[in-house]
């Protein structure tokens, strides 16, 4: 269930904060940001950490030749350090039906407290947080930005959200390929229920455009065991059609499809160098960001 | 195979409760809001044709194990040399039940609160249902007539309980069992199967006495080569306190009565035990001091201001088996014969008299028999000479049908009246110097056997004038002329005599006394021993002839071949108690019984597991067995997929 605007506030889970905000979370690739940050610049900057030597070039900046390389080699040397870097992290959240399952909280619900949770940790930082809505009726961006009011800005959005509607993740995350025009560190939270080849093509787009992906699955616990005790009727949140089965019967046939979808996701993401992370919404924020904030912190 | 509870196999239509359950799952379905439907449809279209066959093979093993359970309640059973998937009858033609009615049969059963003979009778039912097809039939020890039985429920029924209840007698278990065999072989029974159900008392076997019939047992059973079966079902009484008591003599001397008792019992102590001793009906009460196992007791019962003839009852404290607890007796001048005379000639009346009064302690005389004043079947004997009415012979035919003895002497309408007791020649007189004489008589037994020193008695110095001669019953003696001079005639239980000729000089020598007074005193002796019987058990011959006798204590229907008791027959009382036999308490062991009977066809059943252990023996267990595995095999289907959900449950 959305929260009221007043407690939009929520979407941020102190004790994740707590847990993950002490170390930076940080990104595989280099960002191309515009201000100084903790991440690694693919420009050469005046950091304290060396980064090569290079022969100088008329024209070039003499602040940065090595004087002592001079003397003794009586050659000019400049001395390159590693440009530090802010990012652009941008957090796609997947808006449709079926998102709207899982008990006692919903996928989108559990995502939303992630995302909100995520863009105050990389504010606080000094990164800039951008967040997509993908729904059917439309598609709201908003934009990435490093100033505080876009913590609210987010968490108002993320109040409004609601699911409904077909799933449009693929096409959706291709149109965020185009608009997120420098590279960025994109945050995917969806089920991610779509034929695993599209959307293997939507995440080889977005790495073509230099940006990092993160897919965040968002699983309920009745989905990944689908334990029930007798026949029933499952009906379609996205399109209404329904089916009625024996679960009993089935159910090793559909976990068996259900792992097989997985692994392709997985495989995609491992040649695509991206980060796959399933979340079970049963488990507390703080848990399920741990295993992200864990990989982010060891560069 | 067949059931012993048939009715329970209506239950087998709860087999079709999985199905049941199965359908009104599906129609009673939850619905669920469901986001992975990709999954779902294509598990559901590959779902495999395995998964469906589990499914079916689930269901069927579930509806096995409800056939199984519905039949084991059933209880079915199979006969011993049959395959119990056999499912073809193989009844035998005829269920027979030997019952052994001895008294100790009353005793409670070790196993129940139930008697043995009722516990042996509900045995009996259990297997008699094993064959709904076969006849019954039952040979009690007592009557051992064969019974035939609609259903076996009809020996419970108040009439046939005169035949199959409770009695006071003994049995001769071998003897019943040998003329059961007999019975079924002139009845040309194929198959039967016979059950004997026996406290196996030993005074029902007497294994030495019965030795050789137990043998021709033997050898008929084996000789059928498996068409007989014999059971015999061991009985186990109980061992609670139990005393017994039994007369091993008894006197009567100064006004009182002094039977000597043997008074037995279970328990190992010294006990003092309150006996009541009734005499005609009124309460004395004594103490005897009981020593385990056995006390000899001869308490000495005052008769005085009760009347000369009478009974006397003692009974012990009540115990587990009150059956043996009590003991009868008469007392009083029994023993007197008591002799009527109606002789219409005064000479043959004087030497009637004279022969018949040589012991006048032991014998009372009584004249003038059809006269208002006597009755005369209180009588023993009847000596009779004269006209008879029709009335008088109407109650002679009665006396003798019930036992009583009688002396004809010939009247002058012999020939008229009484021919249905004894048809008579014409008189024949022969003239005052001749006359007939005897030339053959039985000398070896009967009323003119040689006297015990080998002496012969003077028939052939007997001259005879007149002669009526009768011609109905064996004649004892002949004339020269072949003619009879004295017949027996063996009429109902009684016995009649008849003389052809009268003890008067007009008629023949006869009153001389050297062959009327021994013949008349051993017709006597011979009437003193037939109503002889101051101790008379349940279910011996003498029990049996008294067939008409009153009990006095009992039921009126009581029996002396039944019941012990007090009982009047022909205005004279007996006391009948059961065989010293059933108070002892001697089981047979059952190997020596075992060696002699030692036929494949004949097993030994416990009571406690006879049930399980007859030839045709319940096969519950299988099904039983059956109805696990069908669980387990049920079970195991599910186990893959349990194995598999705990492995997957977390991704």
Not at chain 2, 614 to 620: G, T
């Given at each position: 269930m959305a929260l009221q605007e007043s407690k939009f506030l929520e979407y941020v889970d102190r004790k994740a904060i707590a847990r993950i905000g002490g170390n930076p979370l940080l990104t595989n690739f280099a960002m191309e940001g515009n201000v100084s940050g903790h991440h690694k610049s693919n420009h050469k900057g005046s950091s304290v950490e060396f980064a090569e030597y290079r022969e100088y070039t008329e024209g070039e900046d003499p602040r940065q030749m090595d004087w002592k390389v001079l003397a003794r080699t009586d050659k000019y040397f400049l001395k390159e350090f590693e440009a530090e870097t802010n990012l652009r992290a941008h957090q796609v959240l997947d808006c449709s039906a079926s998102m709207n399952f899982g008990k006692p909280i919903s996928k989108l619900e559990y995502a939303k407290r992630m995302v909100g949770t995520l863009t105050y940790a990389y504010l606080n930082q000094g990164d800039a947080v951008g967040l997509s809505l993908l729904q059917a009726s439309e598609h709201s961006v908003l934009p990435a930005r490093r100033n505080p009011s876009q913590l609210h800005d987010i968490l108002s959005t993320l109040g409004h959200a609601k699911a409904s509607g077909d799933d449009q993740l693929v096409t959706q995350l291709h149109q965020v390929a185009e608009t997120v025009k420098s590279r960025a560190l994109l945050l995917v939270f969806s089920d991610f229920f779509e034929d695993p080849e599209i959307i293997g093509d939507a995440i080889h787009h977005l790495r073509d455009r230099k940006h990092e992906v993160v897919l965040f699955n968002l699983m309920d616990r009745q989905e990944l065991e689908f334990v029930f005790d007798r026949p029933t009727r499952f009906i379609d949140l996205e399109g209404g059609s329904s089916i009625l089965t024996e679960p009993s019967i089935i159910r090793d046939e559909y976990l068996k499809q259900m792992r097989e979808h997985m692994n392709q996701i997985k495989k995609i993401c491992v040649e695509t160098q991206s980060s796959f992370h399933q979340v079970v919404t049963d488990a507390e924020i703080d848990e399920a960001l741990s295993v992200f904030s864990f990989q982010r912190t060891q560069f | 195979m067949s059931f012993l509870q048939p009715i329970a196999l209506a239950g087998i239509i709860l087999a079709a409760t999985p199905i049941l359950i199965h359908l009104l799952n599906l129609m009673r379905h939850r619905r669920e809001s469901w986001a992975a439907m990709r999954f779902l449809l294509k598990a559901k279209k590959s779902s495999s044709r395995m998964s469906k066959i589990r499914r079916w093979l689930t269901l069927l093993l579930r509806m096995l194990s409800i056939c199984s359970l519905v039949i084991l309640f059933a209880r079915p059973i199979s006969v011993g040399n049959q395959s119990f998937l056999d499912l073809a009858t193989k009844e035998p033609e005829l269920v027979l039940l030997i019952l052994d009615r001895s008294s100790s049969m009353q005793k409670k059963s070790a196993d129940s609160s139930k008697t043995l003979l009722q516990e042996g009778l509900e045995k009996f039912s259990l297997l008699s249902k094993s064959w709904p097809n076969s006849k019954i039939a039952v040979m009690e020890t007592l009557f051992a007539e064969p019974i035939f039985l609609d259903k076996f429920e009809t020996i419970y029924s108040k009439e046939m309980q005169g035949f199959i209840g409770p009695t006071d007698s003994g049995a001769n278990l071998p003897e019943t069992i040998n003329r059961s065999l007999t019975w079924l072989n002139e009845a040309e029974i194929g198959q039967a199967e016979i059950l004997v159900i026996s406290d196996q008392q030993e005074a029902s076997w007497q294994i030495n006495e019965n030795s050789e019939i137990l043998k021709s047992i033997n050898e008929t059973i084996n000789n059928k080569q498996g068409l007989w079966q014999l059971g015999f079902l061991d009985l186990k009484p109980t061992k609670a306190i139990n005393y017994s008591i039994h007369c091993k003599s008894y006197l009567e001397e100064a006004g009182t009565a002094n039977p000597t008792l043997l008074i037995k019992g279970n328990q190992r102590d010294q006990e003092r035990l309150a006996v009541r001793i009734r005499i005609n009906g009124d309460l004395l009460l004594m103490n005897c001091e009981f020593t385990y196992p056995s006390t000899t007791w001869t308490p000495s019962i005052p008769l005085t201001g009760h009347p000369p003839v009478g009974w006397i009852s003692i009974t012990l404290p009540e115990d587990s088996f009150p059956g043996d607890n009590e003991y009868y007796f008469t007392y009083g001048n029994q023993s007197i014969l008591k002799i009527g005379i109606a002789i219409k000639d005064s000479e043959t009346e004087r030497f009637v008299v004279a022969a018949s009064s040589l012991d006048p302690d032991r014998t009372l005389l009584s004249k003038n028999l059809f006269s208002k004043q006597q009755d005369p079947s209180e009588h023993d004997l009847l000596i009779i000479q004269k006209d008879l009415t029709k009335e008088d012979l109407g109650f002679l035919d009665q006396f003798l049908l019930k036992g009583g003895m009688v002396v004809l002497f010939p009247s002058a309408k012999t020939n008229n009246e009484n021919v249905k007791l004894q048809t008579w020649s014409t008189n024949e007189t022969k003239s005052q110097d001749d006359f007939f004489t005897l030339r053959e008589w039985n000398k070896n037994e009967g009323v003119f056997a040689n006297t015990t020193n080998g002496k012969e008695l003077p028939l052939s110095y007997l001259k005879i004038h007149q002669r009526v001669i009768p011609q109905l019953g064996q004649p004892l003696a002949f004339y020269a002329d072949g003619q009879s001079f004295l017949t027996r005639k063996i009429y109902g239980q009684g016995v009649l005599y008849s003389f052809s000729t009268l003890p008067n000089l007009d008629w023949s020598s006869l009153g001389e006394g050297f062959v009327f007074v021994p013949v008349i005193q051993r017709i006597i002796d011979e009437c003193r021993q037939k109503s002889d019987f101051e101790f008379i058990e349940c279910g011996d011959n003498n029990s049996l002839s008294l067939n008409s006798a009153l009990s006095i204590l009992g039921e009126k229907q009581d029996k002396p071949s039944a019941q012990d008791g007090i009982y009047k027959d022909l205005g004279k009382l007996f006391a009948v108690n059961r065989p010293a036999g059933e108070t002892v308490d001697n089981l047979i062991v059952k190997n020596k019984l075992q060696d002699i009977v030692c036929t494949e066809h004949a097993s030994w059943n416990d009571a406690q597991t006879a049930t399980s252990s007859?030839?045709?023996?319940?096969?519950?267990n299988f099904f039983l067995i059956l109805m696990i595995i069908f669980l387990l095999l049920e079970g195991a289907l599910s186990i893959p997929q349990l194995t598999k959900l705990l492995g997957n449950s977390r991704v």
């Open positions: - | 007859f030839k045709r023996a319940e096969i519950w």
